[in-house]
């Protein structure tokens, strides 16, 4: 217990006193019934929709007014509340609406809500307990449900590691990253559920994937971890997302990853809108984006090929072991890479980042991939 | 009532379809995008559609000359023997299986291709894909008059 109260409520006469008085006679004080706040009335713009945050976008509560630094709100007082003289500073870290808003967020954050669903039911875990794999495929499904699982875990950390770090007037980016939160525990979970029901459990983490997690979790400013999150490492999960669908053995699996796969592409979605809000309103960050990211590259490439990342996808994308299958899935995930990368760039051009690709060593890794795949036919 | 694939009236039987079955729907969330299909028959003859999704409804299916004037979020595009044998699969199934489902078709434009300009608008096929594949899967128990 390291913070202690500055009174001692109980020990405190005058307080008690009052207290007591208040219980006796009935008085009560009521000054707060005049704070000096605005009478609104907010409704449904669609009552289809319900009552969203977009709704209370009014003079006095909404974000539309937001100031670049917020200063004024030091503690958990909602945004638009008044404020007494004499509340603790909470001490929030991340006080600029540029490193935190994202255009839209509000509607995200209603996105995420409406679309929540539950991996114990939602998922035909029967008709998965009842699917038999061969041997090399069920492991190799259960290896790559490994790295997914070491990989929503950070995930699941990373937005929980600054929420409490975001003044409380960011209101709706609090609760999107609580939500995304939530998101990627419910995938943690399905991952270790699916790969318990294949009948191999869970195989081996990856040292590299390990090193990119930490890099990914250590981030020093909230933009520099959504940059990396939010727009790098879960754009790229998006693609490996649809890629494990179009692998999926069976219609459950499918589905699965269909889920998986909504909620990732609105964290992918907060972080481009992110990244526009933040390049239009600091420009001068770019080059502290480009040296992250430059590093974030470097731990990716590494990642993506560590065996216990690369060669399940060899195998489940070939369908086996035997040399045909390998070359077959050799060319399917040379393609498959080439989409997340192509993916990445695109996005990193439409925030504004256009040069990024020119100043990439990730990029010139892709035209080799291009040249390979080019040279074996296979594009 | 038999619908005629491709034509306005069978993106409307799904479309009354899916408001029967709101609480599906309701369940699966938000549903907020435009997105286009385009059917491209022989001698590359093209029959485009425009479908809106708004909360948790298709708001509209139209038929239109040309889809970039409409500014749709992304276009599936593919010709009109794919699509055919996608719906067929659905027939038979009750819902499209491992090898017939939007994604696994789009995923690298083998069966069926994506076109869109924007990444952010791009992901929305992503961010609803749930939605998008139970709304094509509707058409399981329709009575398709497939074009020759």
Redesign the interface.
């Known amino acids: 217990m390291s913070y202690l109260a500055t009174s001692h409520f109980l020990d405190d006469n005058e307080f008690v006193d009052k207290y007591l008085y208040s219980m006796r006679t009935g008085e009560l004080d009521l000054s707060w019934m005049d704070a000096a706040t605005k009478e609104v009335h907010c409704t449904s713009a669609n009552e289809r929709r319900g009552l969203t945050f977009r709704d209370l976008d009014v003079d006095g509560y909404g974000f539309s007014d937001l100031p670049e630094v917020v200063r004024e709100n030091r503690c958990y007082a909602p945004r638009g509340a008044e404020i007494p003289d004499g509340v603790p500073d909470m001490q929030a870290g991340v006080n600029r609406s540029s490193d935190v808003w994202a255009y839209n967020v509000e509607g995200y954050v209603e996105e995420a809500m409406s679309r929540q669903w539950d991996a114990t039911t939602d998922i035909a875990w029967t008709e998965l307990q009842e699917a038999e794999l061969p041997e090399e495929i069920g492991k190799a499904y259960a290896q790559l449900l490994t790295f997914l699982t070491e990989v929503e875990m950070i995930a699941t950390d990373v937005p929980a590691k600054w929420m409490g770090q975001v003044n409380a007037d960011f209101i709706e980016v609090k609760n999107f990253i609580a939500l995304q939160a939530m998101d990627e525990a419910r995938h943690a979970e399905v991952f270790r559920k699916r790969a318990l029901s294949t009948g191999y459990g869970l195989m081996r983490a990856s040292v590299q994937n390990e090193y990119n997690l930490k890099f990914l979790r250590d981030a020093e400013t909230f933009s520099e971890a959504s940059v990396t999150l939010h727009l790098q490492a879960e754009g790229n999960v998006l693609t490996l997302f649809r890629f494990s669908e179009y692998i999926s053995p069976t219609d459950a699996d499918k589905k699965m990853f269909r889920l998986v796969m909504q909620d990732e592409a609105r964290h992918v979605g907060y972080g481009m809108q992110h990244l526009k809000w933040l390049i239009k309103h600091n420009p001068e960050c770019r080059e502290t984006l480009h040296a992250h990211l430059e590093e974030a590259e470097n731990f990716l490439f590494g990642s993506i090929f560590a065996n216990e990342v690369f060669e399940p996808f060899v195998i489940l994308s070939g369908k086996g072991l035997k040399k045909e299958n390998i070359d077959k899935g050799l060319v399917i995930t040379g393609m498959f890479q080439m989409r997340q990368t192509e993916e990445y760039f695109e996005r990193l051009d439409k925030c504004g980042l256009t040069d990024r690709r020119e100043r990439s060593r990730l990029h010139e890794v892709y035209e080799l991939t291009k040249q390979g795949l080019a040279a074996q036919g296979a594009i | 009532m038999k619908v005629d694939f491709p034509s306005t009236s069978f993106f409307e039987a799904l479309k009354d379809r899916m408001a029967q079955e709101q609480d599906r729907f309701t369940k ?3 549903f ?1 995008t435009t997105f286009g299909v385009t059917v491209v028959g022989p001698g590359e003859q093209r029959r485009n559609y425009l479908l809106n999704f708004e ?3 298709c708001m509209g299916a139209r038929e239109i000359d040309n889809l970039e004037g409409e500014d749709p979020d992304f276009v599936l595009e593919a010709d009109i023997a794919q699509w055919q044998d996608m719906l067929r699969n659905i027939q038979s199934n009750g ?1 499209a ?2 090898d017939h ?1 939007i ?2 078709l789009t ?2 434009g083998e069966g069926m291709k994506v076109i869109y300009d ?3 608008r791009h ?2 096929l ?5 939605s998008i ?1 139970e709304y094509f899967d509707l058409a399981a128990d329709l009575q398709i008059e497939y074009a020759s």
């Open positions: 699966l969330g938000y907020d909360v948790y409804e819902g299986d491992t489902g994604n696994t995923h690298f924007d990444p952010e992901d929305k992503f961010r609803f894909s749930e594949q």
